[in-house]
């Protein structure tokens, strides 16, 4: 089949209806394989008649070796031609080679569905996230055989708009409405599909709080914006910075895109940009240019592993923003948290973290690192000073900049006065500023005399080792990283 994104629907030789009954059938294995078996390399293809020749290459090997190295969409079919496994890849010829190796037939999470592959056909996407979208269409149009636990088990993930909302939120569900939503998936991979969403929101700026917003209520025009709109990836509803009718313009768009006619939009786009520039509308023009190259920049760039958060969540992330109003009696809740860290080797390659937390979840185009410049030796606390510096200081000269509700460093009652001492120098109130120091696990606070010991399951503690913990990794990922560059070179 190996048909290009954009030319239209599927081929007729699908079986869809001939859907198999059996509900027991196997969960296949989602991992993903990087190695194409080489010519005359060991592979298996059971093809209802037994197991073929390693020497002599199968006829579904031959027909492997001819797959794009592209990203796309596999479905593998019966001996009767019936569609019982849909798959997307990174890349095509890759993936769909380990189904004919050894290691899947032995495999008993692959082996019975190996043992039915009779033939495939693909399709090829533009990019991986089109990918991840094409896959979950197909399997909620198919329903083959060994996707079947996914069509009914609702744990999985699904992409949900609230169009009966004035500004509809788009949120990442694993317990989907059955009112008043639009509903995309079920999807393979919750980690793809949280990456897909932060890909989306670059190009077309949705909200995905949860907030209740009225535009009819005009208190609303004294909200603080979140970081999503000061890094240019909302629109800024809660503010009413925008018409609910051309918000949901922008529903319209991600739509179009969720259900495969990107192409079709941007024609839509290119023919309004020159409508207005023929108008003199300039600004218009202008912005349509941009938003047609940031859909054309998603086809070059859409790689899902460049957009991933992390996925182990070790609390309820409501429930940890929560209970961290409650235990620092703060007037609302704790929406973005700004955590700390230095790392290096006794004082070489010294390096800072930024990691920062939207809502209680890792938000990573927030995270930033810092190659320590002024300071020599081990001083961490002269290192700390530096790096809130830099930060703070950029944030005080950009006026759209969002100051974290509580900003967190690794430490004790030290690094916590250093922090303070970097907010002093530049003349900045602090927000909530707290340490939490390791082992006992102690929370200090400026504007209290001793500690703060929190219950090992609290979800606050929690939330504030999560924190921590990620600043931790990040400052360490990039210290290694300048080492092995320093070993390289010598």
């Not at 319209?252 to 079709?264: I, P, Y």
Request: proline residues 6%; contains cysteine.
């Amino acid at each position: 089949m190996g048909q290009r994104p954009g030319q239209g629907g599927f081929s007729s030789s699908y079986n869809t209806s001939a859907m198999s009954t059996e509900k027991n059938a196997p969960a296949h294995d989602q991992s993903r394989a990087d190695d194409v078996p080489a010519a005359g390399q060991e592979t298996v293809c059971e093809t209802n008649g037994g197991e073929q020749s390693a020497t002599a290459e199968s006829p579904l090997m031959a027909k492997v070796r001819q797959l794009p190295n592209r990203p796309g969409v596999y479905l593998m079919k019966d001996g009767q031609g019936r569609v019982i496994y849909v798959g997307k890849a990174k890349n095509l010829r890759h993936r769909v080679a380990h189904y004919f190796t050894r290691q899947a037939a032995q495999d008993r999470r692959t082996a019975d569905l190996v043992r039915l592959i009779a033939d495939f056909d693909y399709l090829e996407a533009e990019t991986e996230v089109d990918a991840l979208l094409m896959e979950a269409r197909l399997i909620k149009d198919i329903q083959p055989r060994f996707n079947i636990e996914l069509k009914d088990d609702k744990s999985f993930p699904y992409l949900q708009i609230r169009l009966r909302e004035p500004y509809p939120r788009v949120e990442f569900t694993r317990s989907p409405r059955q009112r008043g939503v639009k509903l995309y998936g079920p999807f393979t991979s919750a980690r793809g599909l949280r990456a897909a969403i932060q890909v989306l929101q670059r190009i077309f700026k949705f909200r995905t709080c949860s907030l209740d917003i009225d535009p009819g209520e005009s208190n609303w025009r004294w909200y603080r914006p979140c970081i999503l709109h000061s890094i240019g990836q909302c629109t800024a509803p809660c503010n009413l910075r925008v018409s609910p009718e051309d918000y949901r313009e922008q529903i319209r768009q991600l739509r179009m895109v969720l259900e495969g006619k990107k192409n079709q939009l941007i024609q839509e786009m290119e023919v309004q940009m020159r409508e207005a520039a023929a108008q003199l509308q300039f600004e218009k023009a202008a912005r349509l240019r941009d938003d047609i190259r940031a859909l054309q920049a998603l086809q070059l760039r859409g790689e899902l592993d460049k957009h991933v958060q992390p996925e182990v969540f070790v609390m309820n992330p409501k429930r940890g923003v929560l209970g961290l109003q409650k235990v620092l009696r703060l007037a609302k809740p704790p929406r973005v948290i700004e955590g700390f860290d230095i790392a290096h080797l006794q004082g070489s390659d010294a390096v800072g973290s930024l990691v920062t937390f939207l809502d209680g979840l890792p938000f990573k185009p927030g995270y930033r690192r810092f190659r320590i410049r002024t300071v020599s030796g081990v001083d961490d606390f002269a290192a700390l000073r530096e790096v809130l510096t830099r930060r703070y200081r950029r944030l005080l000269a950009d006026p759209e900049g969002v100051t974290p509700d509580v900003v967190l460093i690794d430490g004790g009652k030290g690094q916590l006065h250093a922090a303070r001492d970097a907010f002093v120098a530049l003349g900045m109130e602090p927000p909530v500023l707290l340490a939490l120091a390791k082992r006992e696990e102690l929370i200090f606070c400026l504007d209290r005399d001793e500690p703060l010991r929190l219950s090992r399951a609290s979800a606050a503690l929690r939330l504030l080792q999560y924190v921590r913990d990620e600043a931790h990794r990040f400052a360490q990922h990039y210290h290694h990283l300048l080492r092995h560059k320093h070993l390289e070179e010598d």
